[in-house]
Every structure is written in structure tokens, then in C-alpha cells.
């Protein structure tokens, strides 16, 4: 067995690699930052909520967090159209991510806001502040120092995680990757770069998220 | 939509149809079952590389490092393509079970190395010490004095592993190893209505997935009192 590696091939289609990383990060940010909102809503729901919503919440968190996103998204992928609507494969990766991820960050961020404690609001309420002001100015700013570390963890995790996405045809990394090694056959070589790339993404996004923590948040712990 | 999950139904739910679903989530677990047994062991044996202190191991010490710390940032799905065009041309023979079942182990060594990790961090130097005093071997302190403590540690993270790695070997079936995602597609293919292919699917999952994360939740809630004292 005599295989010589050939990077060069790989290394010409560069730029057309990261630009599918750009796109990568679009996915991510979406997600997760959609995600992050909903998950928020869903974590005072679950903590604050009457019962019925906290149930729902419940079994809405339960049954996404136990089922795999790729099946989630051929739901929604070949289910929809079933039901009359038509997406095409980004927005229907996008939303499938969204959705999934708000059943993560729910959890998470329950973890952020059970640890408020009622003191806390009291003397909030002594102040005479509102429920908006409450959460901008009191829950916030506790649940985000307390909940950074699993949250940047999350949102690493979510990078690899996007790598789905190529599997319904969107041009991020994988996908990209899946289309030069079509091309030039090269498949290995293609696929240790884009490994490659993927360990840097996610080591910069780490240290971007250890310093933000560190600077703003003041949260000093060893992250993934 | 629902007419036709209705008139489909009699003829998804047959008795041929149930076996074929039991037998890929078989499959399923078979390659996370394989994927977390042989994880732990490779783990163990890294973690313990990780945790020597002698120049002579400095090599295998950064080997380890490196290893954990690589395979934790490329997605799975990378990993898969990766180790199915690294093995394919050297083992024509090889299985795409197996090959996902590598492409498994591979990764589950990674974070399960960390879980190990952290674990055997967690018992306090005395007791290593101690068992150095009492003439022990580094086999047998690990065996009888620093496992049996760590384990309190390790294993309701090694749990909520092992449930995430129930639903990431969904993505072998891009490779075509028959396991419930697989047989998911295989249901549509055949014109079955997505939402009942892809909705039984969900369900098996969530029928393997969820016990095990409840089992995960009590042993954290079990043994984190004891970690304490």
C-alpha cells in the first residue's frame, strides 16, 4: 500500500475553506444566540412559571436533550413540506439548531437563575425596581457570571455540532470539504485541513471566551 | 398530513418492520456500548500518562495531551469521514459497523480520558501517599486505593457521555451503517410519511437515551452527598 499525501491541492482551495468557516460561525452565532434567548425565557418559565407552562417547558427539554439533532432536522426537513412549508436547507438547519439548542441553554441557564437567591430580588423589590429592570439590572447580570463556563462550553460544543448541516447540502466547512474532496479525490488530505481548521476555530473561540469571562465578567474558570 | 400517517400506519407498524428497527437500534447501542467500554479503557490508560511526573514519560506525556485536546475540537462527523477513507483503502474487507465503531472509540477516548481525569485528581494526595508508605505498587494503589474513590467522580459524568454519544452515532448513518437514523432514511425512501419514519425514530431513541440520562441524574444526586465528606 503505497499512498503519498498531496496537501497542495487541499491548500489551493484555502480561501474557499475559510470562507465556509465564515459561514460555520454564521450558524453558530445564529444558534446559539437564538438559542440562548429562548433558552432564557425558558429557564424563567421553568423556575417562575405557573405549572402547566413549567411542564411543558419540561417535557419540551426532556425530549429534545434525549433525541439526536440530525433526526430532529430531517423532521423538520422532510416533515414540513409535508405540512405545506417550504424551507430551504439553511434557514431549515438554522431553525433545527435554534430549537435544539434552547432545550441545552433551558437547562443551563435554570442552573444560573435557581441560584439568584430571593434575597437578592427582595432587595430589588425594596428599591422599587420593576420585573424588567429586576432582570436587566439584578438576574442578568448573576445568572451570566454563573452560567459563562457551561455556556462557552456549549457554544464550542455547538461549533462541532454545526458540522451536521453538510449533511443537507449547506456550503459551511464540512460541506465544503465534502465538495473539493468530490472534486479532487484527495479525500484524507481534505479532511485533515478541515480538521485542522476546526481545532482552530474552537481554540480561538476559546480564548476569546476565557478572556471575555475574565474581563467583563470576572469569572475565572478553566474552560473546555 | 395526518390522513396520511392514518392510512400508512397498518402498514409501517407490521411485525418485519419492529425487528428491523429493534436490530438498528441494536446497532445503536452496540457501537456506543463499544465506543464507551473501550473509551475508558484507552481514557484510563491516557489519563494515567497525563498524570506522571518523570522526564522519561515527557513524550508520551504530551502525546496524551495533544491527543485529548485535538480530538475534543474536530467534529465527529470529520472523525468518521477521516478514519472511513484512512481505513477503507488499507482494510477493503472492514465493515462500516466497524468503522464507525473506531471512529467512536476515538473520540469517546478523548473526553472520557478527561472524565477519568478529573476523577483521579479528585482522591487527595494523602491517600496515594499512604499507600506508597504501606509499600504498594503503583498497580495496586491504583486498583485499591485511588479507583475505588475516584469512581464517585467518573461515572455520573462517563453516564450523561454515554447518553450523548446514544444520539451522536446517529451521524455513522451518513456512511450507511444500518442503525436507527439509517433505518429512519430507509422508511422514507420507501415512501413511507417522514414524521412516521422519522418520528418512531426519535421515539426509540428517546426510549434508549432518556432511562440512562435519569440514571445519570440519581447517581449524581447519590453520589455527590458522599464526595463531600
Known amino acids: ?224 | 398530513m395526518w390522513e396520511r400517517i392514518w392510512f400508512e400506519a397498518p402498514g409501517f407498524f407490521t411485525y418485519h418492520n419492529a425487528i428491523f428497527f429493534l436490530e438498528a437500534a441494536g446497532r445503536t447501542l452496540g457501537m456506543t456500548a463499544a465506543g464507551c467500554i473501550s473509551g475508558f479503557v484507552f481514557g484510563l490508560i491516557l489519563a494515567l500518562l497525563r498524570q506522571t511526573s518523570s522526564p522519561a514519560f515527557l513524550p508520551l506525556r504530551l502525546i496524551a495531551i495533544a491527543y485529548v485536546e485535538l480530538f475534543r475540537r474536530i467534529p465527529f462527523l470529520v472523525i468518521v469521514f477521516i478514519v472511513l477513507y484512512a481505513i477503507q483503502p488499507l482494510f477493503p474487507d472492514a465493515s462500516l459497523f466497524a468503522i464507525a465503531t473506531i471512529a467512536v472509540c476515538l473520540v469517546a477516548t478523548a473526553f472520557l480520558s478527561e472524565i477519568v481525569r478529573a476523577g483521579l485528581e479528585s482522591v487527595p494526595q494523602q491517600q496515594i501517599d499512604g499507600a506508597v508508605t504501606l509499600n504498594f505498587g503503583p498497580l495496586r494503589t491504583l486498583w485499591y486505593v485511588v479507583l475505588p474513590q475516584a469512581w464517585r467522580v467518573i461515572i455520573p459524568p462517563a453516564v450523561a457521555f454515554a447518553v450523548m454519544f446514544i444520539k451522536d452515532t446517529s451521524l455513522a448513518s451518513h456512511i450507511g451503517v444500518i442503525e436507527l437514523t439509517f433505518s429512519g432514511k430507509m422508511f422514507l425512501n420507501r415512501g413511507f410519511s417522514p414524521l412516521l419514519g422519522f418520528g418512531t425514530v426519535l421515539l426509540l431513541y428517546f426510549a434508549m437515551s432518556y432511562p440512562l440520562s435519569r440514571l445519570g441524574a440519581y447517581l449524581e444526586n447519590r453520589l455527590a452527598p458522599a464526595r463531600r465528606s
Not at chain 1, 61 to 87: E, H, K, R, S
Not at chain 1, 122 to 148: C, E, K, W, Y
Request: hydrophobic share 55%.
Open chain 1, 1 to 224: 500500500m503505497n499512498y503519498s499525501f498531496d496537501f497542495a491541492e487541499v491548500l489551493a482551495e484555502l480561501p474557499y475553506l475559510l470562507g465556509g468557516a465564515a459561514i460555520t460561525l454564521q450558524i453558530v452565532f445564529i444558534a446559539f444566540f437564538g438559542g440562548a434567548l429562548l433558552g432564557l425565557f425558558g429557564a424563567l418559565g421553568k423556575v417562575y412559571g405557573p405549572s402547566p407552562l413549567r411542564r411543558s417547558i419540561n417535557a419540551y427539554v426532556v425530549f429534545v436533550t434525549n433525541t439526536p439533532a440530525l433526526v430532529q432536522i430531517f423532521v423538520l426537513y422532510y416533515a414540513l413540506p409535508d405540512a405545506g412549508i417550504l424551507l430551504d436547507s439553511l434557514t431549515a438547519v438554522v431553525i433545527a439548531l435554534t430549537l435544539n439548542s434552547a432545550a441545552y441553554l433551558t437547562d443551563i441557564i435554570r442552573a444560573g437563575v435557581v441560584s439568584v437567591r430571593q434575597t437578592e430580588i427582595d432587595a430589588a423589590l425594596t428599591l422599587n425596581m420593576g420585573r424588567l429592570q429586576i432582570l436587566r439590572h439584578v438576574l442578568l447580570p448573576h445568572i451570566a457570571s454563573t452560567v459563562f463556563p457551561p455556556l462557552s462550553n456549549f457554544f464550542i460544543w455547538l461549533m462541532l455540532g454545526s458540522s451536521i448541516a453538510a449533511l443537507f447540502g449547506v456550503e459551511e466547512l464540512t460541506g465544503r470539504a465534502i465538495n473539493i474532496s468530490t472534486a479532487n479525490l484527495r479525500t484524507i488530505e481534505t479532511f485533515i485541513v478541515v480538521a485542522v481548521i476546526y481545532v482552530m476555530l474552537t481554540l480561538l473561540a476559546s480564548g476569546a471566551l476565557s478572556l471575555l469571562g475574565r474581563r467583563v465578567l470576572g469569572v475565572r474558570q478553566r474552560l473546555v
